[in-house]
């Protein structure tokens, strides 16, 4: 499985940015997709999850303000966020789950001036 991920930049804190992560390969192992953050010195924290059944997760950080949509093909996953504060300056990482193991996207960076 490959993952592309896409939708990064710099925005001032209030605004919106969009991530896309589409998948490609042996995708239908998979159960489900999650975008996942890091911030210089810290370790790697689940932002959301959406699975095949159609289950969503959030960080309570994120809740209210980010969304994650998907489908139960399983080949993209997107994250919209809004009312971006400088605290979710990271690094943002896609990853898709099969049974017995995952995949990682490359990162995109997210700076959220203030």
């Known amino acids: 499985v490959q993952l592309q991920a896409s939708g990064g930049g710099l925005v001032q804190a209030g605004g919106s940015l969009r991530l896309s992560c589409a998948a490609s390969?042996?995708?239908?192992?998979?159960?489900?997709m999650a975008w996942y953050r890091q911030a210089p010195g810290k370790q790697r924290d689940l932002v959301a999850s959406?699975?095949?059944?159609?289950?969503?997760k959030y960080a309570d950080s994120v809740k209210g303000r980010f969304t994650i949509t998907g489908d139960n093909v399983m080949n993209a996953v997107s994250l919209q966020m809004n009312s971006l504060k400088p605290e979710d300056t990271a690094v943002y990482y896609c990853?898709?789950?099969?049974?017995?193991?995952?995949?990682w996207g490359q990162g995109t960076q997210v700076t959220v001036s203030s």
């Open positions: 990853k898709a789950e099969a049974i017995f193991r995952s995949y």
């Open positions: 390969g042996s995708i239908f192992g998979l159960n489900a």
């Open positions: 959406f699975t095949r059944g159609g289950s969503t």
